[in-house]
Structure formats: structure tokens, C-alpha cells
């Protein structure tokens, strides 16, 4: 079977779906407080997320992303983990893995480990409870802590996705990379994105560039840039004194789009094929309009054909431009 290959030559060998626009936190770069959920009968259900799931890997996917909103807190989610672990049993898919707010993790990381995941990313932006509480809103510091410690008494690597937020975790930049060196987990920073519709200015007053952030880590560690290359928009450093991975994820530049190897599923079907646009193809109809997936691959195949060459977020002239009216846990992180 032809694998899918974009107008651009670029593979595409990376799928995220979103399983649920729900979340048990409403962190307020991600969700407004009282947030409007899609009714049930909209979302995909879980033997249409395996079907779709599965025509993808059949067109050559090999890395599969579980997300949202919280992937967790779907109802019987672990079915679905379950049902994908077979690609990972056949060779056909080589990673399943998930990103998550590890307030579930207690409860499921013994059963991931089990179905193959094996590494998982952990949203972590303070280790202040006070703080925590105060970004999620409705999170638990203590309760996360505990999620990350059984993921890795799982056996699970960690990795730990900080948001950098000007005024709100730079002080926390040392401590961050010293808890996460002691734990071992690598730990990636992740410029704040202009998703949803939370004024402009807030978001512009959180933004930390991490180019800032870097030279504040260079003015204290010897940082080796590594030429490890996810096709995404992670860029890594060891940090030569602790022998640490580090990784930004620079969403606003353009240096990554030319090897995009990604796409995305909302938990409502639909196909985007750049974060920053807002083209997308709806697969909702084909799965429910037949229970072959033909016409499910066809639409996949045309949509892939338009996935364009990259996205225009800019912060450059201190405005946002290519703002998307989407939230993040819309079309899943
Ligand atoms: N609930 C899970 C979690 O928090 O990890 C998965 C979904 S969440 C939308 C995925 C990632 O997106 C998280 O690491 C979160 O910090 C990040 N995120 C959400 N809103 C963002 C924004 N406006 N800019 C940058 N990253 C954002
Ligand atoms: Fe929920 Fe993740 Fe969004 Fe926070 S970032 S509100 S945990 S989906």
C-alpha cells in the first residue's frame, strides 16, 4: 500500500489523536474555567478511534500519540490502549505513548506499561503546590507527584513537558532541571502558544521566549546541541554537567515545518494537518458512513494531498498574528 507522503515529500509517520475535548484541570493557557463540552454522540467512539487509528498505521504510521483534553479521563480508555497494542505486537507501529496531566497516572501506569506504552509525557510547568494549583486551576500538585512516581515504579521512561511562562515559572528554571536530573526524567520546555480565545495580551504577557531561556540555562551550564531530530518542533541539548537531555519546542518559528512528519485527530474526527491552520478533512463521516474503510483512506489520502507547508504564527511584530480561535485541548497538544 503507498504510504502517505504530502505535497511536500514529507512521510507522514506520526499521528496524535485527541480522545477527548474533557479535562479534569482547566489550566488557563489551555481552557477557559467553565467550558462548553461537545455532546457525546460527537465524539468518535472507541471502535472508531481503533479503526481510525489502525488505517493509519496500515498507511504507514509508526508513532501514535494519545491525547486531548486529559486521554485519562476518557471512560474505559484503556480498551483502546489495549486494542492498539496489537500494532505495537506486529512491528507495524514501533511507539504508542500518550501525553497526559499525570493526575490519572496512578491508576493506569502499571496497566500502559502492560500494553506497551513505554514512555510517557508528563505536564508538569511548577513544583510549587501553591503555583500549580493557581495554573490548573482545578489540579493537585501532590496527587500528580504521585501519578509520576508510579509511572515510573511502571517502569515507564517520564518525560516532563513544562510550559515556559514569563513572571510565573521563570524562577523555577534551576529547580525544575534539579528535580527532574534527580528523577531522571528529561524534561522539554514548550514556547506558550496563541490557541483559544484568551486575549491577546495575556498571552503576550506570558511569553517566554526560549531563546531567553536557554541563555539564562548557558549562563550557567555548558549546553552541546544535539542533532537529534523528532520532525517536530523539539529541538534538544545536553547539559554537559549533568549529563541531561533538555528539549525546547519552539512552536512560533518556522525551523521545523520543512520536516513535519505529523498530523493530528481531534476525539471529533477531524483531520488537521497543520497545527497552525485551520484546513482540516472530517473523518467522522466516512467511518460512520461505512463500516469498510475504504472511503476512510480515500479521505485521509486527499487530505494529506493539502497539508500545507507550514503555519504563521508570529510574535514578531508584538501582536499575534496566524492566531488560531481553537483551544489546545481541541485539537490535543
Ligand atoms: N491534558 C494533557 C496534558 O496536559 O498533558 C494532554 C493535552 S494538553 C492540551 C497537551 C500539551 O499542550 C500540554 O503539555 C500543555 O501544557 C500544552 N498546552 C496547552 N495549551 C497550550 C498553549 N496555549 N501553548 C503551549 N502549550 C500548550
Ligand atoms: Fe487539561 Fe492538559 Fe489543557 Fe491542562 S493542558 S487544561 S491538563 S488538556
Known sequence: MAPLIDPFARPISYLRVSVTDRCDFRCTYCMAEHMQFLPKKDLLT???LDRLCSTFVRLGVEKLRITGGEPLVRRD???????MSRHLETGALRELTLTTNGSQLARFAADLAAV??????????????????????WGRLPQVMEGIAAATAAGLRVKINAVAL?????????????WCAGEGHDLTFIEVMPMGEMGEELRLDQYWPLKVLRARLAERFTLTDL?????GPA????????????????????????????????????????????DNADLRAPLRASGD?????????????????????????????????????????
Not at 116 to 137: E, H, P, W, Y
Not at 168 to 173: A, G, K, R, V
Open 46 to 48: 472507541l471502535e472508531e
Open 77 to 83: 480508555i484503556m480498551t483502546f490502549f489495549k486494542a
Open 116 to 137: 506497551g506504552v513505554r514512555r510517557v509525557n508528563v505536564s508538569l510547568d511548577t513544583l510549587d503546590a501553591a503555583k500549580f494549583q493557581a495554573i490548573t486551576r
Open 166 to 178: 514569563k513572571g510565573f515559572n521563570e524562577d523555577e528554571l534551576f529547580p525544575l532541571l534539579d
Open 227 to 231: 542533532a537529534e531530530r523528532t520532525g
Open 235 to 278: 529541538r534538544y541539548v545536553r547539559v554537559e554537567e549533568t549529563g541531561q537531555k533538555i528539549g525546547f519546542i519552539t512552536p512560533l518559528t518556522h525551523n521545523f515545518c520543512e520536516s513535519c512528519n505529523r498530523v493530528r485527530v481531534t476525539c471529533t474526527g477531524e483531520l488537521f494537518m497543520c497545527l497552525g491552520q485551520e
Open 293 to 333: 474503510d475504504a472511503a476512510l483512506e480515500d479521505a485521509i489520502r486527499a487530505a494529506i494531498a493539502r497539508k500545507p507547508k507550514g503555519h504563521d504564527f508570529d510574535y514578531s511584530r508584538q501582536k499575534v498574528a496566524g492566531q488560531m480561535t481553537r483551544h489546545m485541548s481541541h485539537t490535543g497538544g
